[in-house]
């Protein structure tokens, strides 16, 4: 039974999926102190949170069974992703399901501050009839300048072009192609600055982003421009706006978030007449809780149970069309390095994994995650395929790939070669369609075996009767034969046994095996 913490205000609709799950059991629990969490989270495999609960190093440190830290919206800062790659921890977000309720906060936001709407509701519930002191401004003929131009940023400049805007964006991935297809010119941040009668950010906060706009932009600003963040704090330099309130430049601001959250009480945002503030509400729709917590509990699921995921922050991410065509090779590639991790002795110096035939023009990178966990796993505890590259870089397994579009017999073929200080072992696998998984070569025998339950490895000498010698010490000790496999380099030299049992062979057997005179190893190997 898997158990889930859920931390912060999470829809319980959206959790109903978690709460549904027979194999899954789900705790509640509201406003824990680090301390707090840290003497309870051992018990758990996964922890959902939005973004009010930090997801420390010290909190993952203690969470020895934590599987999944699910983030319940996009922004990922409250989570310590170095410390989770780490351990293991997969990350995953939910990047669509607040996209539209931010956008339309933006929007609000923007048209709040064109017409001093909080302003003019606080004078009239106050008693005043106050019809001269809130003259607005249009948004149509105006110019928007949009930093960030992904999922809210594209979604606020379509709604400002119907609103009859023109926009400029800035965003290091917009293509002049995608720009010409929304609507909207390219700027720079200083153009933008520069032209803008708006200026709405919606990037992630980077080093990059952080006081992307500051003085100098402010600077370069038209008198009257208004500025929106309902993105993250700390993108605009906040005293350098407050700044630019004092000399007459931005005529008004409307700010969800701030560099320090909640605001000091003397934040000079708070008792601005020109600056509208609200508590990082962006994401707080009905519809937008139910969608991410509906999002992060399905991936909740996924990982928990092994089973393929999107969505991994602390992981490149993988386009569908990627994913279709690795996919099927994923169990493949775990089982080609368990196996191979299994055969060797000593310390991993390095592992080669070539693909051929299908495989050569398809992003690998994935599928190489499943094959390094595979190889680690027999050495580390705790390998997955969030940290198997981290884990063998720290441990100076170099990891090489190789691709060749020629493969003579199969369609395609991944092989996997190992290389200790003394030895190197090579496996290669196939996917053969109606037959699914097999294992076609170990070293330089040619195998057909399929990869399931119990396998002996044999090396021996070719000599007449070993063959019968193996079966008779298996079955005299009730280990029962399913499969065989016999490949040899030539008449009377060295040779591989790969038989599948019914059952584990049991240790002191193996020890009679190696007995044999003719045999060299014998060693079973679980994958
Ligand atoms: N207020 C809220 O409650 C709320 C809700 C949801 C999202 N957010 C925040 O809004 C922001 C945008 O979210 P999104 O879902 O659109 O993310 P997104 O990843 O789809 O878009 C971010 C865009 O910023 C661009 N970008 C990155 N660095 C840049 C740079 N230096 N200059 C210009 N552009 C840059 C990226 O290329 C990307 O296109 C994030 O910071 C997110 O955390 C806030
Ligand atoms: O959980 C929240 O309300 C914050 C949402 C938002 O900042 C995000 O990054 O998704």
């Given at each position: 039974m898997y158990k889930v913490l859920v931390m912060d205000g999470i829809s319980d609709l959206g959790i109903q999926l978690l709460n549904d799950a027979a194999d899954v059991t789900v705790e509640k629990k509201i406003g824990l102190s680090e301390d707090e969490l840290i003497a309870i989270?051992?018990?758990?495999?996964a922890l959902l949170v939005r973004s009010q609960t930090k997801v420390t190093e010290k909190i993952m440190t203690a969470a020895?069974?934590?599987?999944v830290v699910g983030r319940?919206?996009?922004?990922?800062?409250?989570?310590d992703l170095e410390a989770a790659t780490k351990r293991g921890i997969v990350v995953i977000n939910a990047?669509?399901?607040?996209t539209i309720a931010t956008c339309e906060l933006t929007f609000a936001m923007m048209m709040s501050v064109a017409r001093s709407i909080p302003q003019a509701y606080k004078k009239t519930v106050g008693g005043e009839w106050d019809?001269?002191?809130?003259v607005g401004v249009e948004l149509r003929n105006k110019t928007l300048g949009i930093l960030g131009m992904g999922r809210i940023g594209s979604e606020v400049a379509k709604r400002a072009k119907v609103f009859g805007m023109n926009v400029i964006g800035y965003d290091p991935f917009l293509t002049e192609d995608r720009a010409e297809k929304i609507g909207v010119k390219l700027g720079t941040v200083n153009e933008i600055a520069a032209q803008a009668d708006f200026i709405t950010v919606h990037t992630p906060l980077t080093n990059e982003t952080?006081?992307?706009?500051a003085r100098p932009q402010f600077e370069l600003m038209k008198k009257g421009v208004r500025i929106i963040n309902?993105?993250?704090?700390?993108?605009?330099?906040e005293m350098a706006l407050v700044e630019a309130i004092e000399s007459g430049i931005v005529a008004g601001a409307a700010f969800d978030?701030?560099?320090?959250?909640?605001?000091?009480?003397?934040?000079?945002?708070?008792?601005?007449?020109?600056i509208i503030v609200t508590p990082?509400?962006?994401?707080?729709t009905v519809e937008a809780q139910e969608n991410v917590a509906i999002d992060v509990s399905e991936e909740v699921l996924h990982i928990l149970r092994d089973e393929p995921f999107k969505n991994a922050v602390n992981m490149p991410p993988v386009p569908a069309v990627v994913m279709n065509k690795l996919q099927p090779y994923f169990n493949l590639g775990e089982k080609l390095g368990q196996f191979i991790g299994q055969t060797t002795e000593g310390a991993v110096q390095e592992i080669i994994i070539s693909y051929s035939g299908?495989?050569?023009?398809?992003?690998?990178n994935p599928l190489n995650r499943y094959i390094v966990k595979g190889v680690l796993a027999n050495q580390l505890e705790g390998v997955n395929i969030v940290n198997a590259m981290h884990l063998a870089k720290t441990r100076d397994v170099n990891v090489v790939i190789q691709k060749s579009t020629t493969s003579k017999t199969f369609t395609n073929l991944v092989s996997v070669t190992l290389k200790t200080k003394n030895e190197e072992r090579l496996v290669a696998g196939t996917l053969l369609a109606?037959?699914?998984?097999?294992?076609?070569?170990?070293d330089q025998y040619p195998v057909d075996i399929a990869p399931h339950g119990n396998l002996l490895l044999i090396s021996h000498n070719?000599?007449?009767?070993i063959i019968g010698k193996v079966g008779t010490l298996l079955g005299s000790n009730?280990?029962?034969?399913a499969t065989m496999q016999v490949g040899r380099k030539g008449v009377g030299g060295s040779a591989i046994m790969v038989l599948t049992t019914d059952k584990s062979t049991p240790k002191e057997v193996l020890q009679q095996l190696v007995e044999?005179?003719?045999?060299?190893n014998a060693k079973e190997l679980s994958i």
């Open positions: 989270i051992a018990d758990y495999d020895s069974k934590l599987k319940a919206g996009v922004g990922v800062d409250n989570i990047p669509d399901g607040n019809r001269k002191t809130f952080r006081h992307i706009i309902c993105a993250r704090g700390g993108i605009i330099d978030v701030f560099e320090e959250e909640p605001p000091r009480a003397e934040h000079p945002f708070l008792n601005n007449p020109k990082h509400l962006g994401a707080s299908d495989l050569v023009d398809v992003d690998v109606g037959y699914g998984e097999r294992i076609v070569q170990i070719d000599k007449p009767g009730d280990v029962n034969i044999l005179p003719e045999l060299i």
